[in-house]
């Protein structure tokens, strides 16, 4: 009985199994992608991508943006850059434009002269599952700057790290390089130039200390009136401490051309009568720990335009050189550098009572790629700061600021595109209508350079 009952039972269990539907398989990969391009615009802030494709298989495309290099397959890379983003298209269309906000929301604000590494892909997406065909290459994009307007007048602005006097095994005396520092000013006249590392010690390169000797300060000014241009004056030559007093190279210098602009602020050099003052200066933060001979300065000064009387205030720093290949460690000296940018912009708020458009210049010793971020930047951009790098007319702009004294430089590569240099010296302005011209001044192939930094310069705007 029990086994008459069983049998029909266990027929039906074994149908039951017989007839289950197959697991549903994996959708089809989307067909292939034969050409993936980017380029700025059409409006302000805006990036357009266009693609071909056959559209086969495909629900959507999507493009992942980042801040730096990345990728699934290249172990050397993150999989994913920093704010990375994800743009989805319709599988229908074959190009889109970011708009402004997107871009924003990607770390591209207008503001932020930053670029786009992106890479693309289609998808296919059913109740089955999603396969995916990505195009192998990683890419770049800037976007679309801001028109630089009209009226106003027209500043033109440099930023040069001139490195010290002080010898360093290997690189060429200041003494050698002096004249040509002169002559890379000159050749874009500008009207006014943040240098930084131009120090008070001794032009001649000796480290014996001495309060009579000709100063590095000094003596780029002594040059460039030999070379005809003794309109070029600093507003300050002197020492921002005592000497004797720990403190780093006292080198953030402003220099301005004094037929075309005149010194407002109240600078002087000394103080009662001793050869040292601490007007015009913003003493940096340091790290706990920090002894005060790594103490770095900014500069500041009000400076009238002859011709209309209209002011502006400029600002030079160098900040924190120190980094690390270590992401927390070069994270916390990126952290130092954004507080060193705190440091300055409370001072600008406590001397700019009349709000008058602020120009920085100055060697950030940050950028773009770098691995514990770009907080310094970010934070000046944060603060309402443009950076000109996003002008109009922007000239080499793929090549680093910083050339190592290398007799050759070249814009670095992505895999088969061009990619982005760092640009560690930078030209911000904020209270500008616009910025007509950026460039980095640079030959690319020439030995015998003037400083291991190229000189930056920008044609601003001013109200």
């Not at 493009?63 to 319709?90: M, Q």
């Not at 874009?188 to 014996?208: D, H, K």
């Not at 300065?297 to 720093?317: D, K, M, N, W």
């Not at 060193?340 to 790629?369: E, H, I, K, S, W």
Request: proline letters at 5%; glycine letters at 8%; aromatic letters at 6%.
């Amino acid at each position: 009985m029990l086994r008459r009952l069983l049998v029909p039972a266990l027929a039906a269990l074994v149908g039951a199994v017989a007839v289950a539907p197959a697991a549903l398989a994996a959708p089809p990969t989307p067909g292939p992608i034969s050409a993936v391009s980017a380029a700025p615009g059409p409006g302000a802030g805006q990036v357009t991508f266009r693609w071909t494709a056959t559209g086969s298989n495909t629900t959507s495309f999507t493009i992942e943006t980042g801040l730096t290099t990345f990728s699934t397959t290249d172990p050397s890379l993150p999989d994913h850059g920093r704010s990375a983003k994800t743009f989805t298209v319709s599988g229908t269309r074959r190009s889109v434009t970011l708009t402004a906000s997107q871009l924003a929301s990607a770390g591209a604000s207008l503001g932020s002269a930053n670029h786009l590494f992106y890479r693309f892909r289609a998808v296919n997406h059913t109740s089955a599952g999603t396969t995916t065909r990505a195009w192998p290459y990683l890419q770049s994009v800037g976007v679309r700057p801001v028109s630089s307007g009209t009226g106003g007048t027209v500043l033109r602005v440099a930023s040069f790290n001139v490195h010290t006097a002080t010898p360093v095994a290997g690189f060429p005396s200041w003494q050698s390089r002096v004249g040509k520092v002169a002559d890379t000013i000159l050749s874009r006249n500008p009207g006014v130039v943040g240098l930084q590392e131009l120090g008070i010690t001794p032009a001649n390169g000796s480290t014996t200390p001495s309060l009579t000797a000709q100063t590095q300060a000094q003596s780029l000014v002594a040059t460039l009136a030999a070379k005809g241009a003794g309109r070029y004056k600093l507003v300050r030559t002197n020492r921002y401490v005592a000497p004797g007093t720990a403190s780093a190279i006292q080198g953030a210098r402003i220099l301005y051309d004094s037929s075309r602009y005149r010194l407002v602020s109240s600078c002087p050099d000394t103080t009662n009568g001793a050869i040292w003052s601490s007007s015009c200066i913003v003493p940096l933060r340091l790290r706990s720990g920090d002894s005060e001979w790594v103490r770095r300065h900014a500069a500041y000064a009000t400076l009238q335009e002859v011709a209309t009387g209209r002011r502006f205030l400029v600002v030079s720093a160098h900040l924190d050189q120190r980094h690390s290949s270590t992401a927390t460690t070069d994270t916390a000296y990126e952290t130092l550098r954004a507080g060193q940018v705190a440091d300055v912009l409370a001072r600008v708020a406590a001397v700019n009572t009349a709000g008058l458009p602020v120009v920085l210049a100055g060697d950030l010793n940050t950028y773009q790629q770098n691995v514990g971020g770009y907080l310094a930047h970010d934070a000046l951009v944060r603060a309402g700061y443009y950076d000109t790098a996003a002008a109009v007319t922007q000239v080499n702009l793929r090549y680093s600021t910083m050339n190592h004294m290398a007799c050759t430089v070249t814009i670095p590569r992505v895999g088969s595109f061009a990619g982005w240099g760092s640009r560690l010296d930078v030209v911000m302005v904020k209270g500008a209508r616009g910025v007509v011209r950026w460039e980095d001044v640079v030959v690319p192939s020439q030995c015998a350079r003037a400083s291991d930094h190229n000189m930056v310069v920008a044609d601003i705007r001013l109200p």
